[in-house]
């Protein structure tokens, strides 16, 4: 089945402990991106990859890394998590844009920052 | 910098009513606009659209584009429960940067 996994789903911390949401895509997708969703703001998007080894900022990178070194996964690290990270986040992946820019969405990480 | 506005943010209405969702866009090398609707899991995606004046259908649902006025709208006939939703649009950019930016989405019920 075509999907886009992450893990883990909910989780809860404290300021500063470092942490890695992982995401996986088994559909063999060039593009793969993170989102943040807070309430009134919509989805904001964090970094993405356009293929192994390229990173780029997206609107709110601050406080977050990312690395493609396998074209299936692309975890998101949380180097010293602070409140303000409480979020929902999504990974998502597509096939580069064509004519078809269909991004296909993870099931989503809450995460909660005490 | 870039900017993705939809309206009304919620709307609720009657099953069978039919609804028109907006969404306007200022984004710098603008490619494509899309929408997606997320109930309550991720967003799951319904339309993309690239050219100006060509509406896409899907059932129920249709969206169409216009380039000019920058602004795309999404129908929703025949509402039914299960439409309840929030809607979001997103532009992509035609550039070596390929992110989107998303609204901050319309949250639509639907009452029977």
């Given amino acids: ?114 | 910098e870039d900017k993705v506005v939809q309206s009304p943010l919620s709307l609720v209405v009657h099953e069978g009513d039919t609804v028109t969702l907006n969404c306007s866009y200022e984004v710098t090398n603008f490619r494509s606009l899309l929408w997606y609707k997320q109930e309550k899991k991720a967003p799951t995606f319904l339309f993309m659209l690239t050219s100006s004046g060509i509406e896409k259908k899907s059932g129920r649902l249709s969206s169409i584009l216009d380039k000019k006025e920058l602004f795309s709208i999404l129908n929703i006939t025949a509402t039914q429960t299960g439409d309840s939703a929030i809607y979001l649009c997103a532009a992509s950019r035609d550039t070596g940067r390929r992110a989107l930016t998303f609204g901050s989405g319309t949250r639509l019920q639907v009452q029977p």
């Avoid at chain 1, 890394?65 to 597509?94: D, G, H, M």
């Avoid at chain 1, 096939?95 to 993870?106: A, D, M, R, S, V």
């Fill in chain 1, 1 to 114: 089945e075509a999907q886009v996994t992450q893990n883990p789903r909910y989780l809860i911390t404290v300021t500063g402990k470092k942490l890695t949401v992982t995401c996986s895509q088994n559909m063999n997708h060039e593009y793969m991106s993170w989102y943040r969703q807070d309430p009134g703001l919509g989805l904001r998007q964090i970094y993405y990859s356009m293929n192994v080894e390229v990173t780029d900022k997206g609107d709110v990178p601050e406080g977050y890394k990312v690395s493609r070194k396998e074209k299936r996964n692309f975890p998101l690290i949380l180097e010293s998590p602070s409140p303000n990270q409480t979020s929902l986040y999504f990974c998502a992946s597509s096939f580069l844009p064509g004519t078809n820019y269909e991004q296909y969405f993870g099931p989503g990480t809450r995460l909660t920052v005490t």
